[in-house]
Structure formats: C-alpha cells, structure tokens
C-alpha cells in the first residue's frame, strides 16, 4: 500500500497513531488496510474530528477513533506512553512552528513510540510546473509560513524541512532513520489527481488568504487573480505539474 515506507509495508501493526489527522483520511485508510489493527486519529480541530468521527461510521470501520487532542501540549498519558508500534505525521509544517516546536513534537512522538516500533514523519516540499500562476502562488505560500514562524532556517526558495527532519529524527533518539522519496503526478494526463490538486488550491486560496494577506505577501487582487489562472491552467491539457514528498522513518 502506498502510505507507508516500502520497508515498513506489509508488518503486522497492531497500535497506530496519526497525530494531527485532520479529516481523518489517512487513518481510515489503514484503517481498511489493516482491519486487525487499532487505530487512533487525533487533532486539535473539534470541526476536524467530528466529520472525521462521521466519515467513520459511514464507512463502517470499527477499529479506529477519533479523538481531540492538542499534539504539541497535550498530555500524553491520556494516549498511552510507548504503546504504538506506528506513530504518523503527516503535513504538519502549517501548524508546528519552527526547530524548537518540531523537536518537542518529535520528541512527544518518541515517547508514544513502543521499543520496536516506528514513527514516520511526511512532508511536501519543492513544486516543479510549467505554471505561472501556480509557480506565484507556491512562492506566497513559502514566503507567508517563512514569515510566520514556520519550517526552518533555508537557504533556498522552500521551507529547509526536507534537509533537517531526518537529523532532529536522530537527535531525540531514533535509531536506524532512513528516507524514502517521493513525489505526486498531477499533470493533466493524470486526470484524477489533477482534479484532486485543482480543488486543494482553491480550497488552500479560500481558506488561507487572511493569513497570506496578514503576512503581507499579496494583495486581495492578486490572490482573486491566481485564483482563476490556477484552475484554468491545470485545466489545460499541455499541463505539467509534480510534488516532491520526503518521507523520514526512524
């Protein structure tokens, strides 16, 4: 199954976690995958956790819940110290703000980790496209979380996480942390998800422009602008699109 590093793909989990699961997909997805196992998904969003709650019972999967939980400050005797053998974190760099917060979640997620088990931690970074809205619009969006706090000291146009998550692995205890690459196909041959990223950069322009406008980045005319070149030029059929993801397992 693709949710997983190869090497982690086809052990016999029994206790995962996804910290900062949002509306719950990933979880209900190991949650088919792995029907024995028990599941727990949680976020800080009560919004969040109440539609992925719902999503769970019209799904009929009865091995995983949902639950609200503040991942960087919660207490972590209310999850259960070292009892999951897989810990996840996915996209979390629009909500962990930089190298001191992402060592303190690292370390959190250490100590959920059973001796033996593995915490696998996913970030997007770098978008290679021949579009120039969408090229705009990813610069707005690294310049206003690099404003914000978010991501780590770089020297490029990106947010430095790629480079330094495996070392903050190794520095709070994990052994053995490995990478595996790996990138997202949304040109327009590849019609479902280009579909699917069309409808996230609408929804990530509706949902983030009081952010990118309070950091100043762009203006209200630019953002209604790139709004509609985005989705028309991903909706051209010469559209070439890829996102690169970096997977860290330890």
Same mark, same amino acid.
């Not at 209900?28 to 024995?36: F, I």
């Not at 996913?122 to 809205?133: H, I, K, V």
């Given at each position: ?6 090497? !982690?793909? %086809? ?5 995962? /976690?996804?910290?900062?699961? %949002?509306?719950?997909? =990933? ?41 609200? +939980?503040?991942? &960087? ?5 209310? !999850? ?14 629009? =909500? ?5 917060? =992402?060592?303190? &979640? ?21 978008? #290679? ?25 770089? +020297? ?8 330094? !998550?495996?070392?903050? /692995?190794?520095?709070?205890? +994990?052994?053995?942390?490995? !990478?595996? %690459? ?14 699917? =990223?069309?409808?996230? +950069?609408?929804? &990530?322009?509706?949902? #983030? ?22 989705? #028309? ?18």
């Amino acid at each position: 199954i693709g949710h997983l590093p190869h090497d !982690l793909r %086809g052990r016999p989990f029994q206790k995962i /976690l996804d910290l900062g699961c %949002g509306s719950g997909r =990933w979880a209900l997805d190991m949650a088919y995958h792995y029907p024995d196992a028990e599941i727990v998904g949680v976020d800080i969003s009560n919004t969040l956790v109440e539609y992925a709650r719902a999503r769970t019972k019209t799904m009929n999967r009865h091995n995983v819940k949902f639950i609200l +939980f503040d991942a &960087l400050e919660g207490n972590l005797g209310e !999850l259960g110290k070292g009892s999951y053998d897989l810990v996840n974190l996915r996209f979390a760099v629009g =909500w962990v703000r930089g190298l001191e917060q =992402w060592t303190n &979640l690292l370390k959190r997620c250490y100590a959920l980790t059973a001796v033996g088990g593995y915490t696998v931690v996913t970030e997007g970074e770098g978008l #290679s496209t021949d579009s120039p809205a969408l090229q705009r619009l990813y610069e707005i969006i690294v310049q206003a979380l690099q404003l914000g706090g978010y991501g780590f000291p770089s +020297f490029g146009q990106d947010l430095g996480i790629a480079s330094q !998550l495996g070392t903050l /692995l190794y520095s709070v205890g +994990f052994s053995q942390v490995a !990478l595996e %690459g790996g990138a997202i196909d949304f040109s327009f041959y590849n019609p479902e998800e280009n579909m699917a =990223w069309r409808n996230s +950069f609408s929804a &990530l322009i509706a949902e #983030s422009s009081p952010f990118f406008l309070k950091m100043g980045v762009t203006t209200p005319e630019e953002l209604a602008e790139l709004s509609m070149r985005v989705g #028309s030029e991903l909706y051209d059929e010469a559209f070439s699109g890829v996102g690169s993801l970096f997977t860290f397992y330890g």
